[in-house]
């Protein structure tokens, strides 16, 4: 079967960075996808990564390692508006995205 | 100007009723798609819609139907509503950025549904 796996909860101090880690298990691979939802919200698109590496998008950056079926979601300077759940989504061969239960990412002052 | 547009944001209704969810999209968009978001917050997809083709999920029971009157337009229909159904249903469209090839998913405001 297809798998993503990402932490439950993670929680990060105001001002600190953090890592939300992403593996993945798919039939064929065509672009992993990060969004961010808020409570009670809409999810909205952060970031894509299709090659190996790293994309950086101001305080977020996104890696990739598809030998691995690994990414994460590095989040910079946390603010307190930060806090929101972190969805990762891999594309698979049929171009179907399969979407983790996503992080729920809580900062402290 | 909304981009993904839902409508009712909430709805309550009893077991057994028929309810229809409307989704519209004003970025012209040809794909269009329905979400389902548990209360253990996965996102399952249920349907992916072009002018050309309707891809449903075979884990969706026939209860549910997606109806296009347009390309800006896909709605749902639920029919014999079950407490199993609810959850909170996103609308979303999506474009190929042809410079990236990046399809991203802009996604409705959702419609929480709650069966009685």
């Known amino acids: 079967g297809q798998n993503i796996d990402q932490p439950t909860e993670m929680t990060a101090t105001e001002g600190a960075i953090v890592q939300i880690n992403c593996t993945y298990q798919?039939?064929?691979?065509?672009?992993l996808f990060w969004y961010q939802q808020h409570a009670g919200e809409a999810p909205t698109f952060l970031s894509y990564?299709?090659l190996d590496g790293l994309e950086e998008k101001g305080r977020f950056s996104s890696f990739l390692s598809r030998s691995k079926g690994y990414s994460y979601l590095l989040l910079k300077e946390l603010q307190m508006k930060d806090s929101a759940s972190y969805l990762c989504a891999v594309r698979d061969s049929n171009y179907q995205l399969i979407w983790g239960a996503g992080t729920k990412l809580i900062i402290k002052p | 100007d909304t981009a993904v547009s839902q409508t009712p944001k909430y709805l309550v209704t009893q077991m057994g009723n028929d309810k229809s969810i409307k989704c519209e999209q004003n970025?012209?968009?040809?794909?269009m798609y329905w979400y389902k978001q548990d209360s253990k917050k996965f996102l399952k997809i249920m349907f992916s819609y072009n002018n050309k083709e309707l891809i449903i999920n075979e884990t969706v029971p026939n209860r549910f139907s997606p109806k296009s009157p347009d390309k800006a337009h896909l709605n749902l229909h639920i029919n014999s509503l079950e407490l199993g159904d609810s959850a909170v249903y996103f609308c979303a469209s999506s474009q190929v950025d042809s410079g990236r090839g990046v399809e991203t998913q802009y996604f409705g405001p959702g419609t929480r549904l709650l069966v009685l």
């Open positions: 798919t039939s064929g691979f065509n672009g």
């Open positions: 990564n299709v």
């Open positions: 970025l012209g968009h040809d794909t």
